[in-house]
């Protein structure tokens, strides 16, 4: 079975620009999960959607960030405008389960890097 | 703010050797317990989950869990350099609901 699916993988651009990036979860999971890793702070969980539902968005850090669900197979985590300090590692996870605490599945990341 | 304590390490230990991992937590009510391993540049990957108090193994690994100390342990038996990874410890389920990470401990493992 696929895995959770993250694009792009990398991705360098330039302060001010916007930033999409994707991610398909493991089909027939009900939850999906937005996180930022850097070595300062962590993992550290920005958003939380269940049936395609934002449940927790209070780990967003500013109204740059932006979070959709439109469906059950498919999310977008956009940040616009873009800043040096959103260079970091975002993980999309997923679970079988409603709840947050339950285990959760690792895509392979997008690395961002803002100039 | 809840917390997952983890010792960053690096924690050095020799091929055959019990690596011996430990995470504390301040949320006395967080119910569910994980262990992830992250080799560099790559995604967590689940290697044990317990919520239990005692001890859950699964071949050479073995999850600990004291709720009334507040921390949970991994201890890896017989390590092998490709168990050299940092280890992620997560904890959830109580007041602030979701699972919170701690920022790990690089385990190196010397053939």
């Known amino acids: 079975d696929a895995g959770v699916i993250q694009s792009p993988r990398h991705e360098v651009t330039e302060m001010g620009q916007e930033v999409t990036l994707r991610c398909k979860p493991i089909?027939?999971?009900?939850?999906l999960f937005w996180y930022r890793q850097t070595m300062m702070r962590g993992l550290e969980l920005l958003i939380y959607?269940?049936?395609?539902?934002?449940?927790?968005d209070s780990g967003m850090p500013e109204d740059r960030f932006s979070a959709k669900m439109p469906n059950a197979s498919f999310s977008t985590l956009k940040i616009q405008p873009s800043e040096p300090r959103d260079s970091a590692v975002y993980f999309c996870?997923?679970?079988?389960?409603?709840?947050?605490?339950?285990?959760?599945?690792f895509g392979p990341g997008t690395r961002l890097t803002v100039l | 703010q809840k917390e997952v304590e983890q010792n960053s390490g690096p924690l050095s230990v020799p091929e055959g050797a019990i690596a011996s991992l430990n995470c504390t937590y301040s949320?006395?009510?967080?119910?569910?317990f994980f262990w992830y391993r992250q080799y560099s540049g790559k995604s967590p990957e689940l290697i044990m989950f317990?919520?239990?108090?005692g001890d859950k193994e699964d071949g050479r690994f073995t999850a600990q869990l004291n709720k009334a100390s507040q921390y949970v342990s991994l201890l890896i038996r017989d390590s092998q350099p490709s168990d050299s990874a940092t280890y992620l410890c997560?904890?959830?389920?109580?007041?602030?609901?979701?699972?919170?990470f701690g920022k790990g401990t690089k385990l190196s493992v010397k053939p």
């Open positions: 949320d006395r009510g967080s119910q569910s």
């Open positions: 959607f269940n049936n395609n539902v934002p449940i927790d």
């Open positions: 997560a904890g959830g389920g109580g007041s602030q609901g979701n699972l919170i």
């Open positions: 089909s027939g999971h009900n939850s």
């Open positions: 317990i919520y239990s108090n």
């Open positions: 996870a997923s679970s079988p389960r409603d709840r947050s605490t339950d285990t959760q599945y």
